[in-house]
């Protein structure tokens, strides 16, 4: 059964315009003094003829760069702005947490805000009576709710505004990025609570950048791209598309450009011509698993004689510490890394990647009888990603990097 159904939806939005009374009459007299006239005016779509439907008990997320109309998008479903074109039906009591603030006065208490939100997400004051020390628990607020909201810093703000939309019993919740100020051990208590909410049977709408929140807690996921979607479908495989398509070219051929940067080093013996980071069976990819094995693939050419060779390859983190590598002599004896000259290509094979959803970069350093004679960092980023629902944990803290081997042993 649809409980709600964006039908051809466009959201049509005129650039620079205004608002106010005094604004809108400023504006159509700027009009009329402008020589080109209304015909100036620039309009954008921030959302352009998108469809879909959501069934009892999904939970669907929308994910996309910024502007590409995800919260316009909630914002029509909470009618806070109405679609240029196209037809909205809901069926149910819509809750949303969409901007921080929305629905509060500054003046007001906490505990007058908790009356006047619930009021405007339609429950009668018996009602809110009933839930209030539900939202006053889960909240955490209980020592600030004769405080106004102004002083409230905007994780408080986050707390209490979730806290009401998450207990007002909503047929279709609705959730923003706001979760975002709020601290580690509320954030957990607030995806456990859209999990309870999910399992009852309502809807869901979340938006998020978190990929692991979005994996974790999506049935369904629409990746949408300048006011249009652009893929739809399970959230591990639109997932993976996406951080694949924001890094798409960062992981084509490297051919080093003239001149260095602060990534780059070489003496000008030898030219790293090529350098390929490919999965275990030698194919490009986009992301790949955690855990999996790769294979680097690179072409060496050496306009000098290098008397001892030498190649380190490592892994590091976004922070940039080192993980793991290897180098060629692990296993290339010293006769056949001597008196290299010309062109000479060189694969290594790795069994295993983090487990951790990341990104991580590869790192080439080439030396010449000890001495460093060329250096290439953070090439990548190679996109670690699960698409096993089933293991991935809610949380990026609870991902180990790596899994090793451990022996149990139990008395009694």
Not at 104 to 131: C, Q
Request: glycine share 8%; charged share 25%; net charge neutral.
């Amino acid at each position: 059964m649809s409980i709600v159904s964006f039908d051809h939806i466009t959201k049509t939005y005129r650039l620079g315009s205004r608002t106010s009374l005094r604004e809108a009459i400023s504006n159509s007299f700027t009009d009329l003094t402008n020589r080109k006239g209304k015909s100036g005016a620039q309009y954008i779509n921030s959302l352009d003829d998108v469809s879909f439907e959501i069934h009892e008990g999904e939970v669907l997320g929308l994910i996309g760069a910024n502007g590409a109309g995800k919260t316009t998008a909630l914002k029509l479903l909470s009618k806070v702005t109405f679609p240029t074109k196209g037809q909205i039906c809901i069926g149910g009591r819509v809750s949303a947490l969409i901007e921080l603030g929305a629905g509060f006065h500054p003046d007001l208490s906490g505990i007058e805000n908790i009356y006047l939100n619930a009021s405007i997400l339609g429950l009668k004051k018996a009602e809110t009576d009933k839930k209030l020390e539900q939202i006053i628990e889960f909240s955490g607020l209980k020592g600030f709710l004769d405080t106004p909201v102004k002083r409230y810093s905007s994780g408080m703000y986050a707390r209490l505004a979730f806290s009401i939309a998450a207990h007002v019993d909503p047929d279709v919740l609705l959730v923003d990025e706001v979760l975002s100020v709020g601290d580690a051990i509320f954030q957990e208590k607030c995806f456990k609570r859209m999990k309870e909410i999910r399992d009852q049977g309502r809807v869901m709408i979340f938006v998020s950048h978190n990929m692991i929140s979005v994996q974790s807690i999506c049935t369904r996921v629409i990746w949408l791209e300048k006011g249009k979607i652009r893929r739809i479908g399970s959230p591990a495989d639109v997932i993976s598309g996406y951080l694949a398509e924001q890094y798409s070219g960062y992981n084509d051929i490297f051919k080093l450009q003239d001149g260095e940067n602060l990534h780059n080093y070489s003496n000008g013996s030898v030219e790293l011509d090529e350098l390929m980071i490919l999965d275990e069976n030698g194919n490009r990819f986009g992301t790949i698993n955690g855990g999996s094995g790769f294979n680097v693939k690179m072409k060496l050419i050496c306009k000098k004689a290098i008397q001892e060779l030498e190649v380190k390859i490592y892994i590091t983190d976004k922070q940039r510490n080192r993980l793991f590598g290897g180098n060629l002599s692990d296993q290339i004896t010293v006769l056949e890394r001597t008196n290299i000259n010309g062109e000479l290509n060189i694969v290594s094979k790795f069994d295993m990647l983090p487990l951790r959803p990341d990104n991580y970069f590869l790192n080439v350093d080439v030396l010449n009888d000890g001495n460093l004679i060329y250096r290439k960092l953070e090439f990548g980023p190679i996109i670690v990603w699960s698409k096993n629902n089933a293991l991935m944990p809610e949380r990026f803290e609870e991902f180990n990097l790596f899994n090793v081997n451990c022996d149990w042993q139990l008395t009694s």
